[in-house]
């Protein structure tokens, strides 16, 4: 296979942000992620976990809350706003605001006909939910006092609602509060700081469970108003609940890190009467848990540290299978690095800025392990600021590295870059009206189009120059999907154009001809990334679930390849990997070569070899090293994986052959957090 | 360790208005040591049964008149003698209702006290020093008394001992700040005057208390500095001539109490036993200036033993009845039972073997109702163990007999007869004095066995050993005597319970408990806790085999025994298949061997007589036993008497150290020798593996060390 030179690359200073809230739609399986800087992610959990949407953020936007009705995703923020997110269009659909200040908390009836928000100056306001829009219908009651969180009895007839030092359950019917709840306030020198309820269950025989500020889970009977059982889980804080669809199991996110499972069940065996019992403790996190979902088969957290982790209980999934495997999603499913092959340079995309880099260069040769002296270091060449208050959604710098794009979902901006010595950087400013809302952005090969996706899956194509900017055409396909497309592909030749959009359709258009040529027969995983080579134009997929598909464009059929490949099947191990491929790339040199990497490996997949057989050893590259030369090649197969490289945010093969590698460690981010709640540990 | 046990209130007080009294005259022993006679300051005297804390009986003289001194009780006539208003003596019985229609007697001069010792007759001392005993006096109330004491001198303190045959009136006089101290001999009437050593002017002290041992009369007193000084007094040497010279009494400092600030008012010091005194009204030492404690202290180490702290006033009054300390204090009267064992270096620096198992017998202070239904004495401070076989015995031993009569006894009467009479003199008899008695006991049985060939009671011994009073070097014969009979329960208890065993009898032991024939083994009966450990050692073993549903574990173990015994060979060879290579009830013995201690100097040489069939059979079993320990991770059962995993270890290395050329030559050795090789093959692997990780672990760390990436670098990577 060979040596290569690897620019390894740990300036990029991505910083996810914390994870604030989330909500789980049980019939879609979609679980909505929203964190501190106003995005919502959805991740799909029938496919693998896999981050199909990204709604970027807002500044000041600061959402407090998800509420899935339907289909449909509401939001509240501290800026007072509820919003609905077109999730076809991955941006708001219409703001209403609610005129109650901060609003903490959003909640839907069981029937999803009506919305409650809590807000800061005191009172639960519903809304109607209509066809498109929410409508206000009227207050409940006001109370002194901010409303912390809110949970509708599944009857929809009462609403439990957290405030500071109580609980107060309103008739839903009539807005009075029939029942009001008094939570004790910590013991000892914080007996006179206020207890704040950051959540509450409501559960159909009418048990409220609250969780508070002063680290208590509380079990009530809201018939009566009686306190049942008071579980002291934590010194700080319990900041969320999550009830379990069948009411049978509650998760508790703390301060600590913890998440905390209490079941409803009989304490000894052959006895019928239940209660609430503390059962399991989870400690994933180093931060605060602020986000919770209780899935049938899981407990989804996410919290300060930025990470969402999937821990499965273990008496609902098979054990040992991949299902039972603890996940934790730290890394976006999707590129935020872009790379001009041509120019060595690298475009970082942040939510509020763009960097452009250039690599550094080295000078001599070195054996395989060594490390090259840097004859010129790595240069930030460009930090360019979004305006407005959208965050930046997509970007894509050209392979001459000569334009770059970025889009907001309000607009889209062009930049020519010109270097000469010095750097210059001009903004295209005549954009064509066309080129308003994208949320995929690529450049051909030769930097004279650019591609964005819009609205319905369309794709608008752009002629770039240096004279003007012009509109050609928007490609659309017949399929009907309203999904947006979220992979965009060009190839290098300028003739195809390939597309996936999120109801796992892949469409290849005609660029000269300007129209659809086929549609990739729908395989029901979402494509992770896909590429056409640039040597044989085929189409390479690589799906959610692992897979690989190669699509000769010409012969609108799979290849012989991928039909082999499908023949063997992949190695468990391959499949079992729980980060998606998020990028490839081919060697320009050796078109047997395709380079795909996830988070934790990158690896060269060589057609020309056998694929291992199903009993092989995936990773052989130890066993090849200490091979003689002459044996290797019985041993070795198609997949070369090299894993010294880890959290890797992009792998890319440059036209000189030298790999770059971005890696974002764990611990960098880890160590930007602020500290964790001080925690009493042995001796300290 | 002595020790104070949770205490019982016996009745209410009722105080001086001023908190100056406590309101009772004296506690005096009645007819047992369960029951006493209290007499308050002022009219009524009431007999408690004190298990009970329970009055049985109240007299009271009539209004106006008083009781000035203290109810005792007449334990030849069951009378009982108080006197009131200082000249009148009174005498009833406990049938009687009205004091005023008993029976009374004015005397010439005013009695300080009448005193009487259980068995004996009263004594009544005049308070101008002159003694009678109560008889003589009735028989002429009005016969002049002479006056002993000085003109100024006044009896501060007075008691009574019974010295061998002889009863001696100890009485304590002030006489313009100087102390003296009568001893009075009754029968013939001698009296010796001593003065007391002066403390500090204007000290005088405060209590006193006067015990006899080793024909001495030890009198203990305390002054108000926290003094507490001993004065020993020969009962021999009391010259005849009427002391009028005061002879100095010499004294020597016993302790020096703290007394905290300011100097103790209300204070009492009673000597326990040779070493332990109780001390009340004195702060302890470690809890500030309060002094309403209790206290036990050892006059040997000058240590404090134990203490309580008493509720309410102490009014400096204590007595003390068979284990228990009576004292008054706020406004009630409290029994706190006490234990002082036999004083030692070891106990005093808690160094002293059994320290704990002693503790957890605590002395039942609540009573039992099997005693109250049964009428039994209540001896709570009794250990339980001789509480169990007291309410099992049938027949009661009507006989009090003595240490010396029991010996007397062993030497001629039949088997049945001593035991039961043996088993009434332990339940009898106090613990402390149980040693030295147990000891003769135990020699003049086994002494007896030895002689007469068809004398052996094995209950008798198993009983004195029980009573953890004997050692081995007390009575050297009696495990080999034990052996010799066959006794195997006794030898048990005897490995169990004493400490001392010679690694020679030891092995004497081992030899004889390998060398029984199974089928004889089980018809021993052992311990039940030890048996029941090993079953559950060998029914998981069966379990393991395949146990069948309803398939008895018992029968299994009886049907498989022969069997097992004869191919305990094959079985060596296999060491998967796992059966104990002994019978249930050898296996118990043995056990018990691994857990007598020893030391592998004088070990070694005996285990060499052991014959290698022996050391085969001994080695199968204790591989059997570290398999299953090691095996099966079996727990070490709480509360069972079992062999720990370094015991057994030990044992095996002994026998191999001690056996092994014998058993290189064994061809039958050879498949238990590879077991072991085996064992010991594992060990060193581990620990080698374990070397390697180490080895890689430091390879790893060093590599840590090298790779610092910076923010870039360019690499050079090979795929193959």
């Not at chain 2, 009687?96 to 009448?114: E, G, N, R």
Request: hydrophobic share 40%; net charge neutral; glycine share 6%.
């Amino acid at each position: 296979m060979g040596e290569f030179k690897v620019h390894r690359v740990r300036f990029f200073d991505y910083m996810p942000s914390a994870i604030r809230t989330m909500a789980f739609n049980s019939q879609t399986e979609r679980l909505a992620v929203a964190r501190a800087d106003g995005a919502v992610e959805i991740f799909n959990f029938n496919d693998n976990f896999f981050q199909e949407k990204v709604i970027p953020g807002q500044d000041g936007r600061a959402t407090e809350a998800l509420c899935w009705v339907g289909h449909r995703l509401f939001s509240a923020g501290l800026n007072g706003e509820i919003i609905e997110y077109d999730l076809e269009n991955l941006r708001p659909q219409y703001t209403v605001d609610a005129y109650g200040g901060p609003i903490w908390t959003i909640s839907s009836n069981s029937q999803g006909t009506q919305l409650a928000v809590g807000c800061e100056d005191g009172t639960v306001k519903i809304f109607a939910i209509l066809e498109e829009r929410i409508q206000f219908q009227r207050n409940l009651n006001r109370h002194k006092g901010r409303i912390i969180s809110l949970c509708w009895h599944p009857s929809s007839a009462q609403i439990a609602a957290g405030m500071t030092d109580m609980i107060k359950i309103f008739d839903a019917e009539t807005g009075h509060a029939t029942r009001r709840l008094l939570v004790d306030r910590a013991m000892g020198a914080s007996k006179n700081k206020e207890v704040v309820v950051w959540s509450v269950g409501y559960l159909s025989d009418h048990t409220i469970i609250s969780g508070d500020s002063a680290g208590k889970v509380q079990i009530w009977n809201g018939l009566t108003g009686t306190l049942v059982r008071t579980y002291l889980v934590t010194k700080w804080d319990v900041l969320v609940l999550s009830v379990s669809k069948d009411e049978s199991s509650v998760i508790a996110g703390t301060s600590e890190g913890t998440v905390i499972q209490f079941q409803f069940i009989s304490s000894t065996v052959d006895q019928h009467d239940k209660e609430w019992v503390r059962t399991r403790t989870f400690r994933n996190h180093s931060h605060d848990v602020s986000a919770l979902a209780h899935t049938d088969t899981a407990v989804v957290s996410g919290g300060m540290d930025t990470q969402l982790v999937v821990r499965p209980l273990l008496d609902k999934v098979e054990k040992n299978t991949q299902e039972s495997a603890l996940r934790k999603i730290a890394f976006p499913h999707r590129s935020l690095v872009g790379c001009a092959k041509k120019a060595g340079l690298l475009l970082f995309q942040f939510p509020d800025r763009l960097e452009l880099w250039k690599l550094g260069e080295s000078e001599g040769h070195g054996k395989p392990g060594d490390r090259l002296p840097v004859k010129r270091k790595p240069e930030k060449l460009i930090e360019l600021k979004r305006k407005g208050e959208d965050h930046i959604c997509c970007s894509a710098l050209s392979a001459c590295g000569g334009w770059l794009a970025y889009s907001t979902v309000s607009s889209v901006r062009l930049y020519r870059i010109q270097y000469n010595n010095t750097i210059s950087i001009n903004k295209v400013s005549k954009l064509p009206k066309e080129l308003r809302s994208v949320h995929q952005l690529c450049f051909s090969s030769d930097s004279s189009k650019l591609f964005a996706s819009s609205c319905q899956s369309s794709v608008i194509v752009v002629a770039v120059s240096q004279q003007e900017c012009r509109y050609l055409h928007t490609l659309k396909h017949k399929t009907g999907s309203r999904q947006p497309v979220h992979l965009l592909c060009a190839s290098d030749d300028g003739k195809w154009l390939a597309t996936a959009n999120t109801d796992c359709e892949i469409h290849i258009y005609n660029l000269h001809k300007m129209k659809l040529h086929c549609m990739v027969p729908v395989y029901n995983s979402c494509p992770t990334t896909i590429a056409i080579h640039p040597v044989t134009n085929n189409l390479i997929s690589v799906h959610a679930d692992q897979q690989i598909f190669e699509f000769s464009l010409v012969q609108k059929e799979y290849t012989q390849w991928s039909r082999r490949l499908q023949a063997q099947g992949l190695l468990s191990l391959w499949l079992e990997r729980d980060t998606p491929i998020t990028h490839i790339t081919f060697n320009p040199k050796n078109p047997d070569h395709i380079i795909l990497h996830d988070t934790y490996m990158f690896c060269i997949i060589d057609q020309s070899l056998p694929f291992p057989e199903l009993n092989a050893v995936l990773w052989n590259q130890m066993t090849l090293k200490s091979l003689p030369v002459s044996q290797r090649i019985g041993q070795s197969h198609a997949f070369k994986i090299c894993k010294s490289f880890q959290h890797l945010m992009c792998v890319s093969l440059l036209e000189d052959l030298s790999l770059v590698v971005v890696e974002r460690p764990l611990l960098d981010i880890m160590s930007q957090l602020p500290a964790p709640v001080r925690q009493k540990k042995f001796a300290t | 360790m002595a020790a104070l046990y949770e205490g019982y209130t016996l009745c209410g007080l009722v105080p001086d208005q001023n908190l100056s009294s406590s309101g009772i005259q004296g506690i005096e022993e009645e007819r047992d040591r369960d029951h006493v006679v209290v007499t308050d300051s002022t009219r009524s005297v009431t007999l408690y049964k004190v298990s009970d804390q329970k009055p049985l009986g109240s007299w009271t003289v009539k209004q106006g008149q008083k009781l000035t001194c203290p109810a005792v009780f007449n334990s030849q006539t069951n009378e009982y003698v108080a006197v009131t208003d200082n000249k009148v003596i009174r005498i009833w019985k406990e049938d009687d209702i009205l004091l005023d229609k008993a029976f009374k007697a004015t005397v010439s001069s005013d009695v300080w006290k009448v005193h009487c010792t259980h068995g004996g007759e009263p004594v009544v001392l005049f308070q101008r020093g002159a003694v009678r005993l109560l008889d003589s006096l009735l028989a002429a109330p009005q016969q002049p008394i002479e006056e002993v004491l000085a003109q100024e001198e006044a009896i501060r303190w007075s008691t009574i001992i019974v010295a061998e045959t002889q009863q001696f009136i100890i009485i304590t006089t002030e006489q313009k700040g100087e102390h003296f101290l009568y001893l009075q001999r009754l029968n013939p009437n001698s009296v010796q005057r001593y003065r007391l050593e002066r403390e500090e002017p204007g000290l005088s002290p405060l209590s006193f208390s006067a015990t006899y041992r080793d024909k001495h009369i030890c009198l203990l007193y305390l002054y108000p500095n926290g003094h507490v000084y001993q004065s020993v007094l020969s009962v021999r040497g009391l010259g005849t001539e009427e002391g009028v010279q005061a002879l100095p009494l010499p004294r020597s400092l016993l302790l020096g109490l703290p007394v905290g600030d300011g100097q103790l008012e209300a204070a009492s010091a009673m000597a326990l036993d040779e070493a332990h005194v109780a001390v009340v009204g004195v702060p302890h030492p470690s809890a500030g200036g309060g002094k309403d404690f209790l206290c036990i202290w050892n006059t040997n180490f000058q240590t404090l033993q134990a203490g309580k702290e008493m509720a309410g006033k102490i009014y400096g009054q204590l007595w003390s009845y068979s284990n228990k300390v009576f004292i008054p204090h706020g406004k009630t009267l409290s029994i706190i039972p006490f234990e002082c064992p036999k004083s030692s270096l070891a106990s005093a620096l808690g160094k002293l073997k059994h320290t704990k198992t002693e503790e957890s017998k605590t002395p039942n202070s609540v009573p039992s109702w099997n005693n109250i239904l049964h009428g039994e004495k209540a001896q709570p401070s009794k250990s339980a163990e001789t509480r169990r076989t007291r309410t099992t015995r049938k027949s009661q031993s009507t006989t009090n007999l003595t240490t010396d009569q029991v010996l007397e006894l062993i030497k001629t009467a039949p088997v049945e007869e001593i035991q039961k009479e043996v088993e009434g003199f332990l339940t009898r008899a106090e613990f402390q004095d149980l040693q030295p008695s147990v000891g003769q006991l135990a020699l003049t049985l086994v002494s007896r066995s030895l002689a007469d060939p068809a004398f052996y009671s094995s209950s008798t011994l198993a009983q004195l050993v029980h009573t953890r009073c004997l050692c081995h070097s007390v009575c050297p014969d009696l495990v080999l005597l034990a052996l010799e009979k066959k006794d195997y329960f006794l030898c048990q208890l005897c490995l169990q319970f004493f400490p001392d065993i010679p690694e020679a009898v030891t092995c004497a032991c081992l030899k004889a408990f390998i060398s029984i024939p199974d089928v004889d083994a089980e018809k021993v009966s052992l311990e039940p806790d030890s048996v029941e450990f090993m079953e559950n050692l060998i029914t998981r073993d069966r379990a393991e085999a395949g146990l069948q549903n309803g398939f008895s574990p018992t029968s299994s173990v009886v049907n498989d025994r022969q069997t097992r015994a004869e191919d305990v060979k094959k079985k060596a060879s296999a060491p998967s298949q796992l059966s104990c290579p002994v019978g249930l009830h050898k296996a118990v013995l043995i056990n018990e061997i691994l857990q007598t201690p020893y030391s592998d100097t004088f070990l070694l040489p005996h285990l060499k007589d052991l014959s290698s069939q022996h050391v085969m059979l001994f080695l199968q079993y204790l591989q059997f036993l570290y398999l299953k320990y090691s095996q099966d991770a079996f727990p070490q059962m709480e509360g069972f008497r079992s062999p720990s995993l370094s015991q057994i270890m030990d044992w095996v290395c002994l026998l191999l150290d001690a056996h092994f050329t014998v058993l290189v030559m064994t061809p039958e050795a050879k498949g238990l020798l590879l077991n072991l090789h085996r064992f010991v093959k594992s060990q060193v692997r581990l620990v080698s593996e374990l070397g390697k990780i180490e080895g890689s672990l430091q390879e790893l760390r060093k590599m840590k060390a090298k790779e610092s990436i910076g923010q870039y670098s360019i690499e050079i990577i090979e795929l193959f």
